[in-house]
């Protein structure tokens, strides 16, 4: 092969992900120059800090990331977070010709039109595999290999610190509170978890992965989104109860409402999924995502969903498609967004719910139950109720139905003077509706 | 977008997977176009029996490939499998500077090296990911997201027949004969099984897998190959009796000499799994691989393995991005053999055997078996004797050892009077050595 002009790299950023992306460029760097066609050469590391220490080559290091950017270097890659000063310099970048690699699953989920647009506009590379689901490839499959397919559905568990916390309310049975104060103090969580918890993290990634998956724009505004502090020790006996567990997932469907209109609807939110399940058996880090297409049928993809060494595979993997690009004259793929499909509102989305009650021990409490239910066009999948000394308990799991028709069920039965308590209200996903 | 001139596309062979792809060209026609960025036109349609009953449009169909690919054809898509004609009129259309998607695992098995060769030497792609796994997407994810890795292993369920076939064994007790005799009735087997219950269709797969994994040219012939016409009903109990279950398994694994070399070994076997592992649970057509990479970690890709319309989705997904690339001007990926590790002689090849032994109930057994064992630098992971009237089973599960090692153990204690039957030998895969 002949001898190439090395390709040269800005690296924004060097926290964990940096770190690990810096060892694999010095320690691959005969493999990637052997699968690129050309060596990749670290230009420069913009950090903020430049004094703290860190495990890379200290006369790479600079504080003006924007200089970096503009300087002769071919390729950007990213990996500080956050949507500004990222979302300002990769712009510039882009503009200026220069392909980009991003872990920035904010800015992609807020700012991807924005982004491929200056990508088009001067023929760069824009890719993103580490923004989710960290090592697991994951994006290139959804972009490429299932393009001749049709996707109707992707599911899965793209958040590590709320499956961490989850599984461990399952396992111990402790409360919320406890199991993320536990997860704190072992580094699943951060200091502030809100990102997390609240489920942001998982309703950015659900954003891509829908744009992906049905060739539509949706931002992370488009997303439902309920996080995971509501979930009570109560939900989780719950779930355990019925042979469940509570997971938060981010799912992206492709609805056919009655007209016929096809739309996409986008939500995070914890829900009951049977331990017989894959996605059930998912623990702590590790991520899990279930896609669904016409042709393809059902497939599943898993592995470790951040850290710094995933999320650097990721990064370099990516950054040697950009290099291969530059090297041979190619170009990755750019935005697919023909289908412009609608956005589902949450009320209008079906989903199913289970519904645990504390009710008076007496006659005619489930026909009551049972009344407001049909009132609402709701239908009941399975019922159990189980009498104590005073009062009863009352679990019922229904068919799908929309998500407002349901919310006003459960609303409704609150109400009912036979209703001591609504003990625990869940989704209900991964079974036959 | 302005419109584009159609890409014409040759489909040589008609069988399931051929009409399926005809389908979804035809009824995804103004999505694959959104996506590429031009029409795909099927220019014409290669069979041997043109008169056979077909759902595709008559007037496309020919008998004579060799001058449909001499057309004016840009991709050639095949999907008629076996070596000839398929390798020769493959070659014609890569020489020619056409495109190629093949889903003909036996062909990229043993000839990729010239495919690749002619497709370098025009600037032709060659993209092949139906021709490993069916639908799942593996092959894309190995040659391109992972590019910045180090990958150690890949370990995999890709032949679903065997796979029905095990599955079916395990659950009823039944002899591998009648077994596949359900096979065939069912359509799982077909009236020659050779190539799936010998095991060269898995062979071929992993020849694939690890050629790309290791960057490195591996032929069908360097795979070490055992099927599973021998595995017995007693092979089956005696792994369910110690909470594990039977699996052909192709394995890929970058191996380390004591002199430091590294070697590629790649195998084809039934093996023992834990009940507990992934792979145990993925039954009748499916197919699951782990890949596990020096960065990445561990990763799992499940889904439907075979069948016209998983097959066909693959098909199109690569038929998709040849297009993309032919619009844009873009490239895929080359062959990537740049690492040329040695190929590892299965002898040579640590591994790990379950053992069961019928042996004379008496004193002294054990140190007899033991010492045959510490002879051969053979170490032992666990022993379960467990003593009848007249005699005593012996159940032994090693730690790794070379497979001649392990052999000649075997061989041995074959030997032994004390030893009445050597009732059930299997390789060890997927828990900790």
Chains 1, 2 share one sequence.
Request: hydrophobic residues 45%; glycine residues 10%.
């Amino acid at each position: 092969m002949p001898s190439r002009k090395p390709i040269r790299v800005a690296l924004l950023g060097c926290g964990t992900v940096g770190t690990e992306v810096v060892r694999l460029l010095t320690d691959q760097a005969a493999d990637l120059t052997a699968r690129t066609g050309a060596p990749l050469e670290l230009a420069g590391i913009a950090v903020r800090k430049p004094n703290k220490h860190r495990e890379v080559p200290a006369d790479l290091l600079t504080t003006d990331a924007e200089a970096l950017v503009a300087s002769d270097v071919d390729v950007v890659v990213e990996v500080i977070g956050g949507i500004e000063p990222s979302r300002t310099l990769l712009l510039g970048a882009l503009r200026a010709g220069k392909s980009v690699v991003t872990a920035n699953k904010a800015l992609l989920a807020e700012h991807s039109a924005e982004l491929f647009e200056a990508a088009d506009g001067s023929g760069a590379d824009l890719y993103f595999e580490a923004a989710v689901a960290g090592a697991i490839p994951l994006l290139r499959p959804l972009r490429e290999s299932l393009a001749g397919d049709r996707i109707t559905r992707v599911m899965g568990i793209v958040n590590g610190t709320t499956n961490f916390i989850l599984s461990g309310m399952d396992s111990t049975g402790a409360s919320y509170a406890e199991t993320l104060e536990e997860a704190t103090r072992l580094g699943y969580a951060e200091a502030d978890p809100t990102a997390d918890v609240d489920g942001f993290d998982a309703a950015s990634k659900a954003a891509i992965l829908a744009s992906l998956a049905f060739h539509t724009r949706v931002t992370a505004a488009d997303v439902h989104r309920e996080g995971i502090a509501a979930v009570s020790a109560a939900d989780i006996a719950a779930a355990r109860g019925l042979g469940r567990t509570v997971k938060l997932l981010a799912i992206c469907e492709r609805v056919t409402g009655e007209d016929g209109q096809e739309s996409v609807a986008v939500r995070v939110h914890p829900a009951m999924i049977p331990r017989s399940h894959p996605l059930a058996g998912v623990s702590a880090a590790f991520n899990a995502v279930f896609v669904e297409a016409d042709a393809a049928g059902e497939m599943m993809f898993y592995g470790q969903g951040a850290g710094g060494a995933p999320t650097a595979s990721a990064v370099v993997g990516d950054l040697v498609a950009v290099a291969r690009n530059l090297v041979h004259s190619g170009r990755g793929p750019r935005e697919s967004a023909y289908a412009a499909l609608p956005v589902r509102p949450m009320g209008q989305t079906p989903t199913r719910y289970h519904i645990s009650l504390d009710v008076a021990d007496r006659a005619g409490v489930l026909s009551q139950v049972a009344a407001v239910f049909a009132e609402h066009d709701v239908s009941i999948a399975a019922v159990r109720q189980e009498g104590r000394v005073d009062d009863a308990s009352l679990v019922i799991v229904t068919h799908a139905a929309t998500d407002a028709a349901l919310r006003s069920t459960v609303d409704k039965i609150g109400g009912l003077p036979v209703v001591r308590e609504v003990v625990s209200v869940m989704r209900v996903e991964g079974e036959e509706s």
